[in-house]
Structure formats: C-alpha cells, structure tokens
C-alpha cells in the first residue's frame, strides 16, 4: 500500500462510503474529475483501489486524489449507465479504456425499417432506434436478447428487408425465434404489433405479460396440457430474466434537475442533493446541507445558491414534495427572472420521474452520512488553525474569509496573477480570479502593486460577489516587497481606512517566515502547527492557479507563434486565420479544403505540413 498520510486519511473516508450500487468519482486538487468508476459496492472499490494498486500509472492516479464523491444507485446496471455518462461528460484522465468512446452494448429496435429488427448493437446513430441498455457485458446482453425472442420472436436478420437473397428462411425462424416475415408466414400489421408489446415491454411495462403467462400456465396445467404448460414456464423464465437485466434508457428528451432530501431531525440538520438529467442522462450530482430550516425553506434556498451558480437551467425540477405556495410562486419568479423562461416545478410524478425522484432521495440520505462524518473532522481541524493563527499573529479577528496572491511569468513573458479564497478553512473555487499583468515589468514588487490596485479598487463597489466584499486577511506570496507593494496599492486607491480593518501579511519561502507591517522582525510560526498547515495550504493552492494560468496563457502563445514560422503567412494571413477558425489546433484540424477559403492553395499546403509535424 502507498505509504503516505493523505492515502491513509482518504482510506478512513473511504470506509464511512456506503456498502451500496453506485459510482465513485476521483477528483484532483483542482477539483478536475480524474477517474469515475462503477461498483457493486461503492465502499469496497474505493477501498480496493488504494489496498491494491496495480501498476505505475495506478499509482500515479492515486497520489493525485484529493477528493472523493459518490452517487448511488438502485442496481449495477444504472451504476454502470451512469459511469458511462459522467465518462462522456468529464473525459477523465484515468479512465483510458474509454478514450476511443467504445459504447456499451444496447439491445435497439430498428423502428424506421419497414420489418424492424430486435438486435445487438454498440451503435448509438442508427436511425430511429429505440435503445435499451446498457449492459455491463456483450454475453449479458445476448442471453437478454435470447430471452425478448423466446417471447417476441421479431427478425434479426441484416438488412432493410427480411430474409437472405436467394435462400429460404434460416435457423432461427426453424427454432421459432423469429415470425418468419420473409416467407410471408406473418402479416405486416401482426408483425407490427409485436413490434409495439416488444417496446412496451422493454419501457417497464411488463406487468401484462406476466400476468398472461402465469395465467395461461397455470390453465394449461389444470388441463394437464404439460407440455404447453412447460413452454409457457419457460416463457414466462424469460420475461423475468429481461425484466431483472434490463433497464430502458431514460426518455431522451428528459431535461430535469431532481431534487432528493433529507432531514435529521436529532441534528436539525437536512440535506439536499441535486441529480442533473440531460438528455436523459445523469450528468452529475450537488449537494447542500442546512440546520434549523424546514423543508420549503431548504428547498428554496437550494434553488437560489444553486441556480445563482449554474446557469445551465432544465425544463424542469423535480421536488420529493409540494411546496407552500407563497413559497411555490417566490421561488418560480426567481427562476423566470434569472432563466429568462418558464421552468415547470413538479413533484406528483409517476413512471421514471419517480424513479428518479426515489433515486435522488437515496442519494440525499447517503450524501448526508458521508458529509456529516467529513464535515465533522474538517469544521474541527479548520476551526482550531483559524483560531491558532489568528492568535499566533495577533490578528483583529478569526479570519473566515482568507484571500491569498501569487505571481507567475518567466521573465516579461504573459506575466500573471492569482487571487485564491478561503472561507472557513475551506477553498472557495467559485470565487477565485485571474489576472493578466498589464504592465510589462520583471518586477515582483510591480506585478503585486498593480494586481492589489486592481483587487482593491472593488472592495465595497463592485457587482462582482468575490470582489465586492471585505476579507478578514489578505496572505501574499513573498516577503517585505510585496507587502509593501499591497499597502502601496491602498493608498493609491484612497482605501488606506480599510487597513484597520484588513490583516496583512507575506509569507516568504522556504523558511515560512511571516511578514507584517509594522513588525520589524518576522514571525516564525511552528512548524507541524495547524496554523502553519492552513498557510501553506492556502499559499499552495494560489502557487498551482497562478502556475496554471501562466502555462495555460503561455501554450496558446507558443502554439500562436508556429504560424509566424510558415512562408506566407503575415501579420494580416494569420488575423485572417485566427478570426476564421479560432485557434491554432482548430487550424491544425481543417482539411486543407476549409484552409483554401481563406489563403491560397500553395500556403494551405504549407500550413498543413508544418501543423501536422507539431
């Protein structure tokens, strides 16, 4: 096993996970999802993952995890349907079997053949399909398929018509597993009303057929018709065996947010978890928790943090329960004015909206259990290095709203800054910004001034959430220089009050000594100390963002500068390039066709051969 502490902290979260169906989701310290995976048991995966690495590239996986989520479901088969979602929707580095988007295998009925055909397929673009699936194993789905032919023998044949050329029916009409439309053996109109009780029956209306295939046995055997009663039993195996294996495809066109709760009423705490439908896929899970509120007071303020955040608005939401309505009508005002379109909000649902509605609620209780036996160790832990630190320093309060800076460039090439927050101990992502240094200078102390002139002229004005308020404590990354070049900057901005209220202080590398102004001689914080812990960690985290952003600034530079290497490609041909395609790997990706549009065949060649060598 990784011999490491934070490996070993992550494995007693990891037993806290549920002992459920359901996927896990490995993100970084950045928040990036790195690698989804689906199991029978979320608790015992995860723990298996870290227990049993299996080669360097598992390891490296797992000395990157910095959180861990989960989502559960009621059966392998939705867990497997959801990791393929989230797989699709996140592109996890980790999940490399997936990198050529391999599909599961699907059982599709071809609808838009005049005879259509009951098949196996891992093509999702067939022509007005219906989809059922997907099945963890292709020998799972056959054996599924087997069984729908026993019941509803329809064609498998390839081909927009029935039958081989030339030849009579083949084997599986012989074995009575298909009506045999190509030899006339059935009527169009027959055949298609198969065609319809095999999508009634594949959508989870099997409750019918069932039915008739008990009653028919048992009439059968009354009449001591045996063998009729024994095929009939065997029928009536199959159906079970398809409804067991199968889960159809959640509607299409299903575009909804469900909201699941749940309350803990010896804590007054409750939990709510938010599943996003799309397409009629899962694509991710969101969670809050609140105490003291009942449930529309907790639904309603899950709606207003939620949608203030996220702009990608369904079609509508799904709640467990009804709602007051004052409380109905506030909160569908609020979603008119901020999604600018009628959001339709339910919660008496049948069919698969309350399947989904039972699964978000599943997710809410497990959710709780994990947040609560997290948040427990992290509130305790955060709340004793803010305390320490702010009597370590001698700071004018505990600081609960921390942001940090740091620089970034090589020489005056796209020089940058970084504003991170902390609330609570905790890094507020939502609330990080990025500078670009507008000033070409070498200067750390300049890069600092013009970035807290920038950051500080919006203290109290701006519209901006993470600007617009006041911090407890601003940290910088460095030493006197930059904290002189921060009080620098509130004086500029005629801000100098806020100093009053304002903690200021530089923390220099390696030695973690503590600058702050007005002290002549650093403060040497302990070292192993919480307060010390939470520093760097903060400065940590601003370090890696401004690190980002520089490579991320200074990739699209150099990429830009390939094109200043091709004979015939100026100042105004490269504009021309840009404005058209957008960037430089969308240029590396048209066909030398699309290039032709905007510069002469003879440098689309050009561009083609030096693009495609980088």
């Known amino acids: 096993m990784i011999n490491d502490d934070r490996i070993r902290k992550i494995l007693e979260d990891a037993d806290k996970l549920p002992d459920l169906p359901g996927v896990y ?99 999702l673009n067939i022509e007005g399909a219906r989809y059922f699936g997907p099945y963890p194993k292709a020998s799972k789905a056959r054996e599924v ?20 050329k030339g030849k009579g029916p083949c084997l599986m009409f012989h074995v009575k597993k298909c009506k045999g439309p190509c030899i006339g053996e059935v009527s169009k109109e027959d055949y298609l009303s198969f065609v319809n009780k095999v999508v009634e ?62 309350e803990a009423k010896e804590s007054n705490l409750s939990y709510i978890r938010i599943l996003q439908v799309r397409q009629g896929r899962v694509i991710g899970a969101y969670g809050y928790s609140f105490e003291f509120l009942n449930y529309d007071e907790a639904i309603k303020e899950a709606i207003y943090i939620f949608y203030s ?51 978000a609620d599943e997710n809410a209780i497990t959710a709780y259990f994990w947040w609560r036996f997290r948040a427990k160790g992290n509130i305790e832990r955060n709340q004793k290095a803010l305390e320490e630190l702010s009597k370590l320093l001698k700071l004018r309060r505990i600081p609960l709203i921390i942001e940090c800076y740091d620089m970034s460039g090589f020489k005056a090439e796209n020089p940058v800054g970084t504003m991170v927050v902390f609330e609570e101990g905790q890094p507020a992502r939502n609330l990080y910004r990025k500078y670009r240094i507008k000033e070409k200078t070498q200067s750390d102390y300049h890069k600092m001034l013009e970035v807290m002139v920038r950051r500080i002229s919006k203290i109290q004005s701006s519209k901006d959430k993470a600007f617009s308020r006041i911090p407890d404590l601003i940290v910088l990354d460095g030493g006197r220089a930059q904290l002189s070049a921060a009080i620098r900057a509130f004086k500029e901005t005629n801000k100098e009050d806020l100093l009053e209220r304002i903690d200021l202080i530089a923390l220099a590398k390696p030695e973690n000594k503590v600058f702050m102004p007005g002290i ?57 390039l840009i404005e058209y395609f957008g960037d430089v790997e969308k240029i590396r990706k048209a066909s030398l066709y699309e290039l032709q549009k905007v510069v002469p065949r003879d440098v689309a060649v050009r561009i083609k051969e030096v693009l495609s060598s980088n």
């Open 520 to 576: 002549k001689e650093p403060v040497i914080i302990p070292e192993g100390s919480e307060a010390l812990k939470l520093l760097m960690r903060i400065r940590d985290e601003a370090h890696r963002t401004a690190i980002g952003y520089f490579r991320k600034l200074e990739e699209k530079r150099l990429k830009m500068s390939v094109l200043d290497t091709i004979k015939g490609v100026g100042p105004e041909r490269k504009k021309r």
């Open 145 to 164: 398929l087997d069984s729908l032919l026993k019941l509803f023998p329809l064609r498998t044949c390839k081909g927009k018509q029935p039958g081989q």
């Open 25 to 123: 989701i490995f993100k970084d310290s950045s928040d990036r999802v790195i690698y989804v995976g689906k199991a029978k048991s979320v608790k015992k995966r995860v723990k298996n993952h870290f227990l049993r690495p299996v080669d360097q590239k598992h390891e490296n996986m797992l000395s990157k995890i910095s959180e861990i989520d989960h989502i559960v479901t009621n059966n392998e088969v939705e867990a497997l349907l959801l990791e393929y979602n989230l797989i699709k929707r996140y592109k996890p580095k980790y999940n490399v079997l997936y990198r050529d988007d391999k599909s599961y295998p699907y059982i599709a009925i071809t609808l838009a053949d005049e005879w259509p055909r009951l098949i196996l397929t891992r093509n």
């Open 309 to 359: 955040k996220n702009m990608d608005f369904p079609q509508e939401i799904l709640l467990p329960k009804n709602l007051d309505k004052n409380e109905r009508q506030e909160i569908e005002a609020f979603l008119r004015e901020i999604a600018k379109k009628r959001i339709t909000l339910k919660s008496s649902v049948k069919g698969e909206r309350a399947d989904l509605l039972k699964m």
């Open 201 to 262: 029956f594949l959508s989870g209306k099997s409750d019918w057929l069932v039915e008739k295939l008990e009653r028919e046995m048992k009439e059968a055997a009354s009449k001591l018709e045996f063998e009729k009663a024994a095929a009939l039993r065997e029928k009536l195996l199959a159906a079970r065996h398809v409804i067991a294996s199968q889960r159809a495809i959640f509607e299409k066109k299903l575009n909804v947010d469900v909201f699941g709760y749940y």
